[in-house]
């Protein structure tokens, strides 16, 4: 079945850090891709939809300049948490959507991410 | 606008009882239903959907039905398993299946006990 690969899974930095996480899209093209967040124990909300070869449009509240959204081609999109801070740390999960109509999202297997 | 309600956890059952996770929606038109399944720190996974009135999705012996009459998609499962332990989504998005934009409910955590 269609997967998508999330990495890294799990990374710990600095404050004032930039981090980047991937992801792909490993057996179909993925026109579309969607960035979540995820507090513990809550559910997950949207933060931007990205579509490959165009700007991403950001969820209202969610700061574009923080986080940066690049979907350069049909298998990969990548999430830039700028000048990372505490509050940052969560949850981050991508979905990848196909070309072919009424597929569902493939989801990647999250980034854990803990701002020190 | 589109939202989704599902009850609120945890639900603790022991092996082999039977599961229900209620869910309803609000939505104009005619929305697509999901439920998806979180595993301890994995992403989700779709266990089932339903893009139609009265449409029933199941997948590993879990259910459930499209009641447009009462807005609703409840979970359920005859007998549930240890690695059923997991945290329940339900979710909607756009008509005739399309899933440009997912709205989830807040989860509900199911846990086993053997």
């Known amino acids: 079945g269609a997967v998508v690969s999330q990495h890294p899974s799990w990374v710990i930095c600095k404050s004032g850090t930039s981090v980047k996480i991937e992801c792909r899209s490993l057996d179909f093209q993925a026109t579309t891709m969607f960035w979540y967040r995820q507090f513990p124990k809550q559910s997950l909300m949207l933060m931007a939809t990205s579509n490959e070869g165009s700007k991403a449009t950001y969820e209202q509240g969610v700061e574009k300049d923080k986080f940066l959204i690049n979907h350069a081609s049909l298998t990969l999109s990548t999430l830039t948490v700028t000048s990372a801070h505490p509050e940052d740390s969560s949850f981050y999960i991508c979905?990848?959507?196909?070309?072919?109509?009424?597929?569902?999202?493939?989801f990647g297997d999250g980034t854990r991410l803990s701002i020190l | 606008g589109n939202s989704v309600t599902q009850m609120e956890g945890p639900v603790t059952l022991s092996e082999e009882a039977f599961l229900t996770i209620n869910c309803t929606y609000t939505?104009?038109?005619?929305?697509?239903l999901f439920w998806y399944v979180q595993y301890p720190g994995e992403g989700l996974q779709l266990l089932l959907k339903a893009t139609k009135a009265d449409d029933k999705g199941s997948n590993k012996g879990f259910e459930a039905t499209y009641r447009k009459e009462t807005t609703s998609f409840h979970l359920e499962k005859g007998s549930v398993q240890v690695s059923d332990s997991a945290v329940y989504f339900c979710?909607?998005?756009?008509?005739?299946?399309?899933?440009?934009?997912?709205?989830f409910g807040k989860g509900t955590k199911l846990s086993v006990k053997p």
């Open positions: 939505a104009t038109g005619y929305p697509s």
């Open positions: 979710a909607l998005s756009g008509e005739g299946g399309s899933q440009g934009n997912l709205i």
């Open positions: 979905s990848a959507l196909g070309t072919v109509g009424n597929q569902p999202q493939h």
